[in-house]
């Protein structure tokens, strides 16, 4: 215990200070003062012509809230790559057709498949190539962009995009037998039907004289699709136009099927080409997309009273 008659040390002042400082600063007389409310002033009421410019100036801070909110719908409305048609139309009639399967699927058949990202074909008719390939069919593609997502701004590496799903769709060509890629390089999310994509196109049905032109539905396409699919398949159908060699378009992504091709016996090839874009389709994903590939080829297979189908709208050129 300390001795009272020992002075207190510099460290012993300080906190007697500092608990003196405290207890004043709490005192209770104080804490009362301070709530003491202020009289309030009396309100003057705003004449008429105030009133109708304080509501003029409140009509337009609405008018300028609102307009934001309209103008970053609108922006992000133009930046994302997805169109919506909101009541889709149909073909009427519709019957069904037969693009000539006996030649389709045999030796020597020469087909072009036309698509607008790296995974497409896996994704939309993986079933429908595999078929093909093993049916010995000549089999070239066309890829209309790099699918490089370099619409995403800063989120994405273009070029390191580029080069990955390149390699991820030689590897699934490669996979379901065909013979080359053309890659076009245009912009992923772009895409336009321009003279200059279609005279690429036309140029590649001269070299390889296809049959059969397979591309994406532009007429019919589901209720929401992307707009590189849509414009990929209207710069093809353009392309075939005159062709001599070309005798189907066969369009698929499409809300009017005439043909399905079935491919119960083939879903395990589907899966594993899906499973072959790993940039795109990975852990959750894979399984959530390969769930929606499963759901397109259930419901294309009832159709025609199969397992699993995949559907074409398919038009007789000659
Ligand atoms: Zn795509």
Redo the contacts with the bound molecule.
């Keep these: 215990m300390a001795d009272p008659r020992t002075p207190p040390s510099v460290a012993d002042h300080n906190l007697e200070q500092g608990v003196r400082h405290e207890i004043e600063t709490c005192s209770p007389f104080e804490s009362l003062d301070r709530l003491t409310v202020a009289p309030s002033k009396p309100k003057i009421p705003l004449s008429p012509d105030e009133l109708r410019a304080r509501r003029r100036r409140n009509a337009k801070r609405r008018v300028v809230a609102y307009g934001s909110i309209l103008a970053l719908i609108y922006a992000f409305w133009i930046w994302q790559p997805y169109e919506i048609d909101l009541v889709p139309h149909m073909p009427v009639p519709n019957p069904p057709v037969d693009p000539d399967t006996k030649h389709l699927f045999s030796p020597g058949a020469k087909v072009l498949v036309v698509?607008?990202?790296p995974?497409?074909s896996a994704?939309y008719i993986g079933g429908f190539l595999t078929k093909l390939g093993r049916s010995g069919a000549e089999i070239h593609q066309i890829i209309c962009t790099d699918?490089d997502k370099g619409y995403y701004w800063i989120f994405a590496d273009p070029a390191e995009n580029r080069v990955i799903r390149r390699n991820e769709a030689l590897e699934e060509l490669h996979t379901w037998g065909g013979k080359d890629i053309l890659f076009l390089g245009r912009s992923d999310g772009r895409l336009r039907a321009d003279d200059s994509l279609v005279r690429k196109i036309r140029q590649r049905i001269d070299e390889v004289r296809p049959e059969y032109v397979i591309c994406f539905d532009g007429d019919y396409p589901p209720r929401i699709s992307?707009q590189?699919?849509r414009r990929s398949g209207e710069a093809a159908e353009e392309a075939v136009k005159g062709a001599p060699s070309v005798r189907w378009l066969m369009k698929f992504s499409t809300h009017a099927p005439n043909w399905i091709c079935d491919i119960s016996d083939l879903w395990d090839a589907e899966e594993a080409l899906l499973k072959i874009h790993r940039s795109q389709f990975h852990g959750e994903r894979l399984e959530m997309i390969t769930n929606t590939v499963q759901n397109f080829a259930v419901d294309d297979g009832e159709r025609i009273g199969v397992t699993y189908g995949e559907g074409f709208r398919c038009v007789r050129l000659r």
């Design positions: 698509t607008a990202h995974d497409d994704f699918g992307h590189d699919h």
